[in-house]
């Protein structure tokens, strides 16, 4: 099994024995264990915050959607009374 640490940069798995991640092309060797630990906490936060507000963003647009048909729908039952 290969050991691995994480990028502090972009907060992806690299395998140790990489000097650089491949991904962001940061260098392992700056990098310390707690550095590295808070940086791919950052990353998640960051990441799960931009999933919700584009989460949020899409639920409101669905419910503007939802609005404007319960909207017509009340018309068009008014209009047949």
């Not at 099994?1 to 060797?29: A, Q």
């Not at 990353?43 to 959607?65: A, C, G, I």
Request: glycine share 2%; hydrophobic share 30%; charged share 35%.
């Amino acid at each position: 099994m290969e050991k691995v640490c994480v990028c502090k940069c972009c907060g992806r798995t690299i395998n140790e024995e990489f000097i650089y991640c491949p991904w962001c092309g940061e260098s392992r060797l700056k990098m310390t264990e707690r550095d590295s630990m808070e940086a791919v906490f950052d990353v998640l936060v960051e990441s799960q915050n931009r999933e919700r507000e584009r989460h949020v963003s899409y639920l409101k647009d669905r419910l503007d959607e939802l609005d404007k048909e319960l909207s017509s729908l009340v018309l068009s039952v008014e209009m047949h009374r």
